[in-house]
């Protein structure tokens, strides 16, 4: 059974500074993705990673993955306040089953 | 309007009353998902439908049922709502290929 973990599950960062947010998967997994949910909305997709050592930037936030190493991560550079949401990963069965499971969730705040 | 569209969007009801909640879908796609988020929990898949004649059980489907009564129609059912049933519940649909979910708004429902 495929589980995904991320850390931190909390994360308070001052604005201008540097994080990263790491998500590790236990089995096989074809698709790694990035959500952003904002307090008391939806989720939206942020990034898809498809193979070993792709690597996606949008603005201030860049994803990688290394499928050997079953981790994912989302860097964060010269956070801003705007930023401040919970991050969700998800893997993707492989096979036939091509269900994603999800991350606890990093819950971020960019603090002025 | 929204591409996906759940209603109700809030819900507080009774122990042991039947709960239905809707998704509709305008996006085309295939393959629709109901999931359960609660706080700390992250994002847990109930049910999923990859097409009308195919409904499969996610991690947490007891007390659960669904219908799919169409490609654009995926319904979630508690037929004897209990409060651990509380929760915010997120209809999600997906293409074949790269399996981008696309999220509703929710369905905040609360079991008294």
């Known amino acids: 059974e495929l589980k995904v973990e991320q850390n931190p599950l909390f994360l308070s960062m001052q604005e201008g500074k540097n994080y990263t947010i790491y998500c590790n998967y236990s089995t096989t997994s074809d698709r790694l993705y990035w959500y952003r949910q904002d307090p008391g909305k939806s989720l939206e997709s942020l990034f898809v990673l498809l193979s070993n050592g792709a690597v996606k930037q949008e603005g201030r936030l860049m994803a990688s993955l290394d499928t050997k190493a079953r981790l994912s991560t989302l860097h964060i550079t010269a956070a801003v306040h705007d930023l401040s949401a919970t991050y969700f990963c998800?893997?993707?069965?492989?096979?036939?089953?091509?269900?994603?499971?999800f991350g606890k969730g990093t819950l971020l705040t960019v603090n002025p | 309007d929204a591409d996906v569209t759940q209603t109700p969007r809030n819900r507080i009801t009774k122990t042991g009353k039947r709960i239905m909640l809707e998704c509709s879908q305008t996006?085309?796609?295939?393959?629709m998902y109901w999931y359960r988020q609660d706080p700390g929990l992250g994002l847990r898949l109930i049910y999923y439908s990859f097409d009308v004649k195919d409904i499969n059980k996610g991690e947490i489907s007891d007390g659960y049922s669904v219908s799919r009564q169409a490609q654009a129609k995926f319904s979630l059912s508690l037929e004897s709502a209990i409060p651990n049933q509380t929760a915010l519940y997120f209809c999600?649909?997906?293409?074949?290929?790269?399996?981008?979910?696309?999220f509703g708004a929710g369905s905040r429902l609360t079991v008294l």
């Open positions: 998800a893997a993707r069965s492989g096979g036939s089953n091509y269900k994603l499971t």
């Open positions: 999600a649909t997906s293409a074949a290929g790269a399996n981008v979910l696309t």
């Open positions: 996006k085309g796609h295939d393959r």
